[in-house]
């Protein structure tokens, strides 16, 4: 079982920055890769990134590159995303997730364990 817990949401301006964190429980984190996703009003659950179990892998959707960058440490079990030159289209609830299979899917379902998410607000 993991537990996660979003941190870090909130408003900014367009241009701005936010670090998201992700706190985990349990003693499995180390053993999961850990991915984020976001979901705007109205519409689906989509890939921003996705780290390996050590974090020398990392893959991101194609809106997030170049400005998004995921990491985690796992002596405090805990996955960041770093959003840098935020744009309004960036404005979603982001929620991490834990694959305890450790692929680095780019799809909802391949994730197990999900938090509870975060709002980003990007105004222009």
């Known amino acids: 079982q993991v537990q996660l817990v979003e941190s870090g949401g909130g408003l900014v301006q367009g241009g701005g920055s936010l670090r998201l964190s992700c706190a985990a429980s349990g003693r499995t984190f180390s053993r999961c890769s850990m991915g984020w996703f976001r979901q705007a009003p109205g519409k689906e659950r989509d890939f921003v990134a996705t780290?390996?179990?050590?974090?020398?892998?990392?893959y991101y959707a194609e809106s997030a590159k170049g400005r998004f960058t995921i990491s985690r440490d796992n002596a405090k079990n805990t996955v960041y995303l770093q959003m840098n030159s935020l744009k309004p289209e960036d404005t979603a609830v982001y929620y991490c997730a834990a694959d305890l299979s450790a692929g680095l899917g780019h799809q909802a379902y391949e994730y197990d364990y999900w938090g509870q998410g975060t709002q980003v607000t990007v105004s222009s």
């Open positions: 780290i390996s179990r050590s974090g020398g892998a990392t």
